[in-house]
């Protein structure tokens, strides 16, 4: 990783707060294996290197690479995560989470969530109005009083509601509300119009895809750190390839996901230079890339504490349930 190696900074992060390092490959060729409790890194274009699993965190692919079977069952051994990112189609990015607890009396209680309409649903609207509240908080900054207000109505009706369904609805109003204010906030250039995922269609979709996916495999980390199923979900329902629960530990971080997004592009860190469009899909190219993870670094290091933080008070709330009955639960949100 020193002079003349081929090897540029961002492909070998360390982050802030955390005590292992996150290795990011960031360009395609590359061959894993494991030697003596160590990974070994292999480009033709590069002198091979080797690292001791043990100060390895996570494997982020950014592209393709070529890992030897024996590895991944390494990284189950040394609890480290394989996560492999799609950029043009986010859904198709995956993780392979090494499982540091198994805490079956947890999953019991959180199998008796998902399938109990009355206590999904209260932690549903805490959930909801969490995150309306946080939405009201990112734009405190923005003297608009006609957005606060119109954001602390859907909080009212949100609090008030007696069913999921219109529930949903005020939240995905307020969610709306919110990407109309944020496409105020951007430049027209950019073409950003509405959320839209698959593909991403301007520069600013494609790095809220990216900033999501990363935050959702942090959310199915930090669900199977604490001993909880990221597939058992409350708000989120069950559906095949979602992980529910991990949908919805990030939900109330995405105001703060889309804030941050926006001052990359209005601070001039990210612009139009640093991307392209090819088949109706908008990709970040290698030096917009190389910024973004630089940024990524202090940022990842708030969403890490604040999953950490709702993983961890999810886990008691469950702990309650299987010590109380279920006709009063405290919130966690």
Request: glycine share 6%; with cysteine.
């Amino acid at each position: 990783m020193g002079a003349g190696s081929g090897l540029h900074d961002h492909r070998w992060h360390s982050l802030p707060g955390v005590s292992v390092a996150d290795l990011i490959l960031d360009r395609k060729g590359f061959s894993l294996t494991y030697e003596g409790e160590c990974l070994i890194i292999r480009h033709k274009e590069l002198t091979t290197r080797s690292l001791p699993m043990r100060r390895i965190g996570r494997i982020i692919c950014q592209h393709g690479v070529n890992i030897d079977t024996k590895l991944i069952g390494q990284c189950q051994r040394f609890g480290i995560d394989f996560v492999v990112l799609n950029q043009r189609y986010s859904e198709h990015s995956f993780a392979i989470h090494a499982n540091h607890l198994r805490q079956a009396q947890r999953r019991v209680a959180q199998y008796r969530i998902s399938t109990d309409p009355e206590l999904a649903f209260n932690l549903s609207k805490r959930l909801v109005l969490h995150k309306i509240l946080l939405s009201i908080h990112c734009t405190r900054s923005h003297a608009d009083k006609a957005l606060h207000q119109t954001l602390r109505e859907q909080w009212h009706a949100a609090a008030n509601a007696q069913r999921l369904d219109v529930l949903r609805g005020h939240e995905g109003i307020a969610q709306r509300i919110m990407f109309s204010h944020w496409k105020q906030q951007l430049r027209p250039e950019l073409g950003f119009v509405r959320r839209e995922r698959r593909p991403p269609p301007d520069p600013v979709n494609a790095v809220l895809s990216l900033s999501a996916t990363l935050t959702h495999h942090e959310a199915v980390r930090q669900c199977l750190v604490h001993g909880l199923d990221p597939w058992l979900g409350f708000y989120h329902t069950l559906t095949p390839g979602r992980q529910s629960l991990a949908c919805d530990l990030m939900e109330p971080l995405r105001p703060a996901l889309e804030q941050w997004v926006v001052q990359q592009f209005n601070q001039g860190h990210l612009d139009l230079r640093h991307f392209s469009t090819a088949n109706g899909g908008c990709m970040m190219g290698k030096q917009g890339r190389e910024i973004f993870y630089r940024l990524w670094q202090k940022n990842m290091t708030i969403i890490q504490r604040r999953l950490r933080r709702y993983a961890r008070l999810f886990s008691r709330h469950l702990q309650q349930i299987e010590e109380t009955p279920p006709c009063s639960q405290a919130g966690i949100f």
